[in-house]
C-alpha cells in the first residue's frame, strides 16, 4: 500500500521564479492539502483540494495556487518566488477530508 | 481563535514518562491531532481526540478536555528513539472537512 509520495525532494530556485510541486496521495484517498513549514514552527495550511477544486484556504496569497488531477494528484505552483517562500512543502492526503491526514516525505524548497 | 500553546523544548530520560501539554482556545474546535517529526522528515500520526477523556495507544495516550481547552501527550517507557518533535493541531474550520492549525511544536530530547 503505497504512501503519499512527493516530487522533487528538494529545490533550489532564485527569486521571481515560478516552482511547481507534485504530490500524490495514499492510496484509497481522494483529499489533498498542501501545508508550508518553516525551519522551527508548526506546518501552515495552505489550501486543501476535493473533486479537483480548491474546497478551503489558508491566509496565503494568490501566487499560490494548486490543481487536482482526476486521478487524485495535485500540484502546488508558487509564482514570483520571494526568500521568505524557502521551508519545506507538505502534501497531506485523506479520506473526503473528513479522515485523518497522512504526510508526504515533502519537498524543500530553497529561494536563493 | 485559534492560538495553540505547547512548550518549546523538553528533555526526559531514557525509561521514564513524560507528559506534552498543548493548549488552545476553545471557540469552533472540531478534532484534536498529535503528529510526531523527526528533524527532516514528515509529520507521522499519533492520536485523534474529539470527545473528552484519554486515549491510550500502546506507549502513547493522548487526553482532551474541551471546557478547558487543554489537552496533552503522554510517553511512557521513553526510548531514544522518541527524540522528535510534536506537533498538536487542530480542526477550527467547521467548514466539512479538515483544517488542520498546528502548533510550533515541543521538541524533546531524551537522554540515556
Known amino acids: 500500500d503505497a504512501g503519499v509520495t512527493q516530487s522533487p525532494t528538494h529545490l533550489i530556485k532564485t527569486r521571481g521564479q515560478q516552482v511547481t510541486l507534485r504530490c500524490s496521495p495514499k492510496s484509497g484517498h481522494d483529499t489533498v492539502s498542501w501545508y508550508q513549514q518553516a525551519l522551527g514552527q508548526g506546518p501552515q495550511f495552505i489550501f486543501q483540494y476535493y473533486e479537483e477544486e480548491e474546497r478551503q484556504r489558508g491566509n496565503f496569497p494568490d501566487r499560490f495556487s494548486g490543481h487536482q488531477f482526476p486521478n487524485y494528484s495535485s500540484e502546488l505552483n508558487v509564482n514570483a518566488l520571494l526568500l521568505g517562500d524557502s521551508a519545506l512543502y507538505l502534501c497531506a492526503s485523506s479520506l473526503a477530508g473528513w479522515e485523518t491526514q497522512y504526510f508526504g516525505p515533502g519537498t524543500r524548497l530553497l529561494v536563493l | 481563535g485559534q492560538n495553540i500553546d505547547q512548550p518549546t523544548e523538553m528533555t526526559a530520560t531514557e525509561g521514564a514518562i513524560v507528559q506534552i501539554n498543548c493548549t488552545y482556545q476553545t471557540s469552533g474546535f472540531n478534532g484534536l491531532f498529535w503528529y510526531q517529526q523527526h528533524a527532516g522528515e514528515a509529520p507521522t500520526f499519533l492520536s485523534y481526540?474529539?470527545?473528552?477523556g484519554l486515549e491510550e495507544k500502546g506507549r502513547f495516550s493522548s487526553f482532551l478536555s474541551r471546557s478547558k481547552g487543554y489537552s496533552y501527550l503522554l510517553l511512557k517507557e521513553l526510548q531514544m528513539k522518541d527524540s522528535a518533535s510534536y506537533l498538536c493541531a487542530f480542526d477550527y474550520s467547521g467548514a466539512g472537512s479538515y483544517q488542520l492549525t498546528f502548533g510550533k511544536g515541543t521538541k524533546l530530547s531524551v537522554i540515556p
Open positions: 481526540n474529539v470527545l473528552d
